[in-house]
DNA sequence: AAATCATATGAACATTTGTTCATATGAATA
DNA sequence: TATTCATATGAACAAATGTTCATATGATTT
């Protein structure tokens, strides 16, 4: 097998399994799905968020009962809401000046129990 | 029902939902787990670490081989590895100089499919 | 219409994070 | 044993991120 470099700028390595990298790099799905599937994660990714999530996994919730329950600011809470509105993660509705947010889809508590697992057979 | 504060720090909030709040609290996982979940999903949370963990998916390669497939310097590749291998995501076997990553367990992929249900379905 | 209240948002700041560069480690080989 | 090569790692730097503070928005109530 020769040792080709294929002119890479980036990379300082010498390819030492040139079939393997080949068969891999048809496998791999589009960067753009990849960077996509990173910033869902990425959401999940922070203790506020997490929390948030899990509970409003149990209760439709307003701002104001999720930054008490958190002990966090309201303006944080809501910030945070935002992120995980543009995820679709959550939806929301409006009561006169109250909003409530609850989860958006099944896949939510789905991706969070996997994560439980994961953690919990380690 | 009372507007009580509860005599919390930092939140600026009334207590507009008591119930719905002290219900939710029961439910909520301890904090260390909800710590560590959100650990976990940050690994998942990069480009870079998704891109490793897709190839993982498809084969077992060594540092050089996943640096070329991703045009990437091994260095980053391997303190990426690291973050992946404190996740307890990858594992490694030693073959002389080579050192052979794989993916540890297949709750990676399941996590990693859930999230391209998710995508697929918005 | 003015005041009040729940929520949203922009800017600033500190912290975290990913990559790079230089160098260390550790195993095979000459 | 000295060299080579694959990998690991520490420090530095730039970029991204989460919270805070101040304030805006928009709906209700007086």
């Not at 390595?13 to 079939?19: K, R, S």
């Not at 599937?37 to 509970?55: H, N, Q, S």
């Not at 329950?69 to 995820?87: D, G, Y």
């Amino acid at each position: 097998m020769e040792d080709i470099n294929y002119g890479m700028d980036r990379c300082d390595c010498t390819v030492i399994h040139e079939e393997t990298v080949k068969h891999v790099r048809t496998k791999m799905p589009a960067d753009e799905n990849l960077y996509d599937l990173a910033e869902l994660f990425k959401v999940f990714g922070d203790t506020t968020r997490i929390k948030i999530l899990c509970a409003l996994a149990e209760s439709e919730m307003c701002v104001c009962d999720i930054a008490v329950l958190l002990n966090m600011t309201q303006s944080s809470i809501s910030h945070q809401l935002r992120v995980l509105k543009q995820a679709r993660l959550v939806r929301y509705r409006r009561e006169g000046k109250v909003v409530y947010y609850s989860l958006d889809d099944d896949h939510v508590k789905q991706i969070f129990n996997l994560g439980l697992i994961h953690l919990n057979e380690m």
